[in-house]
């Protein structure tokens, strides 16, 4: 497995400026409202640019270590890991994998492009699933920790909810590939609608 190649320490000025006006246009598309350069700035200063080749594992997720014999194969297991680490695209696709009850085969959960996020599931969900992230075309990421990601969303809540959103559209995705009958229908047709869903918590006993 490629572990990726940190591209950033020690490159150019013009080189960061140009990772930033990528990392900013690629936002802006997305956030329409509430992003400025020091929320730009810090992003940049704080993240890891790590470049991948097709078919390279960028990371394989479980946040549930003794659930992984059910969400994973044997093989898959051993190198799953509790992520602490978001990763934004900066350039490329990244394909989504997870594993249905009952079989040893992964499946599409999402294909991601350059814009997009994955990773510290649990910092905006619940209950997050598992799945691995594996490079469809040629990537690269920006690999941000638990502390800069703290640092980020609290001074800029539009940034919070675009990737809280995608977090909950990963995760339902997942849900209905692997734990329903809708696991047959293929990713990028399931994935128009999974937006539209709104998540409703029902305590024990609700009369419904």
Request: proline letters at 3%; charged letters at 15%.
């Amino acid at each position: 497995m490629n572990e990726g190649l940190k591209v950033l320490n020690g490159q150019s000025l013009s080189k960061s400026d140009s990772l930033q006006t990528t990392i900013s246009n690629l936002l802006w598309h997305r956030i329409s409202s509430g992003l400025d350069t020091t929320i730009l700035s810090t992003l940049i200063s704080n993240a890891n640019f790590i470049d991948y080749q097709l078919g390279d594992e960028i990371v394989n997720i479980s946040v549930n270590l003794s659930d992984l014999c059910v969400r994973f194969s044997k093989s898959d297991a051993k190198s799953a890991t509790v992520n602490n680490y978001l990763y934004f695209i900066c350039q490329g696709q990244v394909r989504l994998l997870c594993t249905p009850d009952k079989q040893t085969q992964p499946i599409t959960a999402q294909v991601l492009s350059a814009g997009e996020t994955f990773g510290l599931d649990s910092y905006f969900l619940r209950h997050p699933l598992a799945y691995h992230a594996v490079a469809a075309s040629n990537v690269q990421v920006a690999q941000l920790s638990l502390s800069a990601i703290d640092g980020l969303v609290a001074g800029c809540t539009p940034l919070r909810q675009q990737w809280t959103q995608e977090a909950q559209q990963r995760e339902r995705l997942i849900f209905f590939r692997t734990l329903t009958s809708l696991g047959s229908v293929p990713a990028h047709k399931l994935r128009p609608w999974v937006a539209y869903l709104e998540e409703m918590w029902i305590e024990a006993d609700t009369h419904i």
